[in-house]
């Protein structure tokens, strides 16, 4: 990819390979909102180009080299790959083409203030927390998330407003493509093994996108981990730090304590000085964490407390995270996006927290590069399960070597004291859980591929044999 300024040339005409994806919608939705004719292909239609047609994209389904006609743009994905037939042909009219990270960095100039919230876990929830805040105070932010928030009826808003709020995404460094005035770091920890070599190269990454942001602008990290303590002392503008266990950071909570349901209610401070409670209606000790990191955001954009307060108890998760799936004869069925063992502990203990009786897990690894890696910390994520069940391994973009089987996770888990089995098939766990689940217990199906299918069936099951 060559330098390309969206703002400086003559485009008016974008066509985006893979339009039908998360991103990609919103983004073209963004760019319908700001004048530009759009065109997409796809490999299949659905809501989110069902959608975009009715705002006046011309859609194609499957990828043919005649789908470019005359665009002045082409955007893509990681996932396309160079002898894609429409990058073919764009490349050889000498159309320019940019990824979809570079054009949502370029979206970033137009907005005085924009947002990205980084981080290795946790960028969904917080973002969609931030979202909340925002919307609370009025400001009227364009928003772009990787998961769907109800409340702006997707996973992307158009505002009118001088604030750009979105999700910042480390894999193949994409984030460094990005231009944000404030920039949050949640956590940093290695994951994403296709890629990154190591911690340190994770690191690097993560400093060479907090670097992006201005002298006049912010970096905003947590102080209870050592790796963000680090980036923060090589970074050069304003820095605010926030934490739980760090009772020295710049905004810290106090006095937590937790409903039946696992969530949290605590005193927010800001440097030592009270500055009100906030009551949460999502679970877990994490989301503490991130209601904290987007309480920073929201208060240095000037959002005030009250704001803060209403917007942050009106937030009641993102879809995939910490999702009920649905409750029959007192079981509950949830689902949650965590595919990483620090998202597994946390999802797990908030789930603990959660429930009176015993918590099924239900895990699906996600990429046999990160399970074959991280097969250790994986292994001892599971303490706050009572039973673990391990599907396959969810490939996703990756070929299966037979270096790794989700039955050796099954095994190391068992090892560690566990209750834990492999299930070859989501009908076989469903039947499963049928057979063993009791009434109060809560069955929790994790991983960000398709394991929430399994819960799905297994509630299928609840309802026939009660109707029975």
């Not at 109800?150 to 460094?173: M, Q």
């Not at 303490?383 to 099954?410: F, K, M, N, P, W």
Request: aromatic fraction near 10%.
């Amino acid at each position: 990819m060559t330098y390309f300024n969206l703002f400086e040339s003559d485009v008016k005409k974008i066509h985006f390979i893979g339009i039908g994806g998360s991103s990609m919608s919103g983004l073209a939705e963004i760019v319908i909102n700001l004048g530009y004719k759009v065109s997409g292909s796809d490999i299949k239609a659905s809501d989110a180009t069902q959608k975009l047609e009715k705002l006046g994209a011309r859609i194609h389904i499957y990828h043919n080299e005649d789908n470019i006609e005359d665009p002045d743009l082409v955007v893509y994905t990681v996932a396309v790959k160079e002898n894609n037939p429409e990058l073919c042909k764009a490349s050889a009219l000498g159309i320019p083409t940019i990824d979809r990270a570079a054009l949502l960095g370029q979206l970033m100039k137009k907005y005085p203030f924009s947002v990205s919230i980084s981080g290795t876990h946790g960028k969904t929830t917080t973002t969609s927390m931030a979202a909340m805040i925002m919307l609370e105070a009025a400001l009227n932010p364009t928003v772009h998330i990787g998961g769907e928030l109800a409340s702006i009826g997707g996973n992307t808003r158009i505002g009118s407003g001088k604030y750009f709020l979105t999700e910042a995404c480390e894999y193949y460094g994409s984030f460094l493509k990005f231009n944000p005035f404030i920039a949050v770091v949640l956590n940093i920890e290695l994951d994403h093994v296709d890629y990154f070599k190591n911690i340190d190269h994770v690191k690097d990454t993560f400093l060479r996108f907090a670097s992006l942001v201005p002298p006049e602008g912010y970096v905003i990290g947590c102080a209870d981990d050592s790796n963000i303590r680090w980036l923060l002392d090589g970074v050069c503008c304003n820095k605010i730090t926030y934490g739980i266990e760090n009772q020295n950071a710049d905004w810290t909570a106090k006095e937590i304590t937790f409903d039946q349901r696992g969530c949290a209610s605590f005193i927010v401070f800001k440097n030592k000085e009270r500055m009100g409670s906030i009551d949460l209606n999502v679970p877990g000790i994490h989301n503490v964490s991130n209601s904290l990191a987007a309480i920073c955001a929201c208060y240095t954009l000037g959002c005030g407390m009250e704001a803060i307060r209403e917007g942050l108890f009106k937030f009641n998760g993102t879809h995939r995270r910490f999702e009920l799936k649905g409750s029959y004869n007192d079981i509950k069925v949830i689902d949650d996006y965590a595919h990483h063992p620090s998202e597994v502990k946390a999802t797990l203990n908030a789930a603990r927290n959660a429930s009176r009786r015993k918590v099924w897990c239900v895990f699906q690894p996600h990429t046999y590069t990160r399970t074959k890696f991280l097969l250790d910390d994986f292994a001892a994520a599971f303490s706050d399960a009572d039973t673990v069940i391990v599907s396959d391994i969810y490939a996703a973009r990756e070929a299966d070597t037979g270096e790794i089987h989700a039955s050796v996770l099954a095994d190391r888990i068992k090892f560690s004291g566990k209750d834990a089995l492999y299930l070859d098939s989501f009908d076989a766990i469903a039947e499963y859980l049928e057979e063993n689940v009791s009434s109060g217990d809560l069955v929790i199906t994790m991983g960000a591929g398709d394991i929430y299918k399994a819960g799905e069936l297994f509630l299928k099951k609840l309802t026939e044999r009660i109707e029975v």
